[in-house]
Nanobody, 113 residues
Framework: QVQLVESGGGLVQPGGSMRLSCDAP????????VAWHRQAPGKQRELVAA???????MTVATVKGRFTASRDNAKNTAYLQMNSLKPEDTAVYYC???????WGQGTQVTVSS
């Protein structure tokens, strides 16, 4: 059983920053690709960023230049650094590991003044 533990969510003002973490203590973390998804109320879950097992990172157009995916294989942890946050970034954020399609429990990010 692969367990992913997400943390770092909360309330932040527009323009602020936040870093999410995804811990995977029970697996050979370096062999997995990590993707970050989000789901806003009433909307479908969407991909926002990803980082491959080899360290190649990508972000989608809506967050490009603001969000960065990274990883520390020695700590079995992936990160999503979010800067210049906007109210429309409000969502539950999930990490996903592949192969295997493992999901974290999600962490709420609320951007509001």
């Amino acid at each position: 059983q692969v367990q992913l533990v997400e943390s770092g969510g909360g309330l932040v003002q527009p323009g602020g920053s936040m870093r999410l973490s995804c811990d995977a203590p029970s697996i050979r973390f370096g062999s997995y690709n990590v993707a970050w998804h989000r789901q806003a109320p009433g909307k479908q879950r969407e991909l926002v960023a990803a980082i491959s097992s080899g360290g190649t990172a990508m972000t989608v157009a809506t967050v490009k230049g603001r969000f960065t995916a990274s990883r520390d294989n020695a700590k079995n942890t992936a990160y999503l650094q979010m800067n210049s946050l906007k109210p429309e970034d409000t969502a539950v954020y999930y990490c996903n590991l592949s192969p295997g399609n493992y999901w974290g429990q999600g962490t709420q990010v609320t951007v509001s003044s």
